[in-house]
């Protein structure tokens, strides 16, 4: 497809339980971001990645979370451990460079996580 | 670091009425800035950018949004709104050595026949 995939759409685990979330952003796209959105908030960076730099990893909210991405393909968030507060909704979104120059980000339709 | 406000979490307002969503932030660097919009069961885009240059900047469906500079401001406007514009607005920032876009909360904007 043409846009960011994001896959499972839906989630529904158990507390203590792992999860993956999967983001398959545009071909070509060489930054990816990765933001949470809790129910009634904004978005919340979590963390991106910009072709071969290091990750920027400063929104992560704990060692529970981490992220990957394969070059400048797919990316999986893991959630180890589940918390209740972790329920959201994961939205990953690529970029074609910078944001600065060019100043859109593409979303995908998110992932919900429930987490019982 | 930067940071967005977006104080009013929703704003009512009737069909053909004006509208504006307001939107502050906080940078010690300059700043790239944008306002998303998300309308019901749709993910993020992109609705305008200022990046440089003219400080007014306009989208394709009406909405104009102002940098100021000395009020740390970029409030989007419509002199007269939809009932399709009914959606969530956020403000989002970005500049100097970091590319992390960061957002506000959202504004929901109820349009009322």
């Known amino acids: 497809g043409a846009g960011v995939s994001q896959s499972p759409s839906n989630k529904v685990t158990e507390k203590g339980k792992d999860v993956e979330l999967r983001c398959d952003p545009i071909?070509?796209?060489?930054?990816l971001y990765w933001y949470r959105q809790r129910l009634g908030q904004g978005l919340e960076f979590l963390i991106y990645?910009?072709?071969?730099?290091?990750?920027?990893k400063s929104g992560l909210p704990s060692d529970r979370f981490s992220a990957e991405r394969t070059g400048e393909s797919v990316s999986t968030l893991t959630i180890q451990r589940t918390q209740q507060e972790d329920s959201a909704v994961y939205l990953c979104?690529?970029?074609?460079?910078?944001?600065?120059?060019?100043?859109?980000?593409?979303f995908g339709e998110g992932s919900r996580l429930t987490v019982l | 670091a930067q940071s967005v406000t977006q104080l009013d979490s929703q704003v009512p307002v009737f069909e053909e009425a004006p509208v504006e969503l307001r939107c502050n932030y906080s940078?010690?660097?300059?700043?790239?800035l944008f306002w998303y919009v998300q309308y019901p069961n749709q993910g993020l885009q992109l609705l305008l950018k200022?990046?440089?240059?003219?400080?007014l900047v306009e989208s394709i469906n009406g909405f104009e949004a102002e940098f100021n500079k000395s009020q740390t401001s970029f409030h989007l406007r419509k002199p007269s709104v939809h009932i399709s514009d009914t959606a969530e607005y956020f403000c989002?920032?970005?500049?100097?050595?970091?590319?992390?876009?960061?957002f506000g909360t959202g504004t929901l904007l109820a349009v009322q026949p």
């Open positions: 979104a690529s970029s074609l460079a910078l944001v600065g120059n060019t100043g859109e980000l593409f």
């Open positions: 071909s070509g796209h060489t930054a």
């Open positions: 990645f910009q072709g071969n730099s290091a990750p920027d």
């Open positions: 940078s010690s660097v300059s700043v790239y």
């Open positions: 200022y990046l440089s240059g003219s400080t």
């Open positions: 989002a920032v970005s500049g100097g050595a970091t590319n992390k876009l960061i």
